[in-house]
């Protein structure tokens, strides 16, 4: 098991969604058996390799790489749940896609830690938990919505139901839509509050460090006003609560969720280390050149 590579669980996700899509056409015997064996292998080597660079000095959510793949492996253990309790819903056609698109950003992203090492991690590992568990359920929102308009549309236009593709009931994914986006905004605002105590550890002796003029705390201070300003929406108007318009608001919240997440990774200052003090250093330098002409 020492062997594990990112490839191993990739190769098992991959072959369950393969089944996945050839259940559309064709089911034989074993198929569902097949689906969920490499599903469950694909966890397994997945816990397996989070497990081992849980052994390093960084913490697991302590880097980019790892943040994104403790993201995927709550997604993949989400669809094995579904698989368990939900046997004959085509859940694993838009999750597992979703699993392989995040483990194909958290490869490209940095194997980096985000914080300096002065930085706490208590709360390093608090806002990391926070947003992995804020990311996850945008994204089990974002997917009950974009079914909820597939459902909707097809119980609309009375196209007729097909048993390699059923999806759960619109009551089922409304309830999940709208217990998803108030989750959401919960689990953003602590995870907005811990990265500014976070951010006061790490560029607190910075004199040049402006909180709010980070893209990333600007970026997650809109994500978390927009999850407000839809729950407020959701209270204040009880027909937002139910049907199309919170599968709409959770889209949104998706792409919010996305816009945060290209800055979260393309941004550089977020906590990385306390810019060099290039002034200092070449005053030193100068001093050490003065004084080697002196002595000689």
Known sequence: MSGVTVFCFVASYAVALAL????????????????????????????WFLASHSMDD???????????????????????????TAPNTAMGLFVLPLVLLVIAIGEGASHEPFAAQQASKLWSNLHGVFMMLATVTVCVGFLAGL??????????????????????????????????????????????????????????GEANYRLLADPVVLSLLFMLLWLVAAELFRMVYPSARVGRKVAYLTLASFGFLVITLIVFS???????????????????????????????
């Open 58 to 84: 960084v913490a697991i959510l302590g880097s980019p790489e790892n943040w994104y793949l403790v993201v995927a492996w709550v997604l993949a253990a989400s669809y094995l749940w579904v698989v368990f």
């Open 266 to 296: 393309s941004n550089a200052i977020h906590g990385s280390p306390p810019p060099r003090d290039t002034t200092a250093q070449l005053s030193t330098a100068a001093d050490r050149t003065t004084s080697g002409e002196v002595w000689q």
């Open 20 to 47: 996945e899509v050839a259940g559309l056409w064709v089911r034989f015997g074993w198929h569902r058996l097949a689906m969920v064996v490499m599903a469950v292998a694909g966890l397994v080597a997945h816990s």
């Open 147 to 204: 079914m909820y308009l597939i459902q909707s549309w097809r119980l609309k236009r009375k196209v007729p139901s097909s048993r390699e593709f059923q999806l759960p009931s619109l009551e089922w994914l409304e309830r999940t839509n709208s217990r998803a986006l108030g989750l959401s905004a919960i689990l953003v605002a602590g995870g907005f509050i811990s990265g500014l105590i976070l951010s006061r550890i790490v560029h607190g």
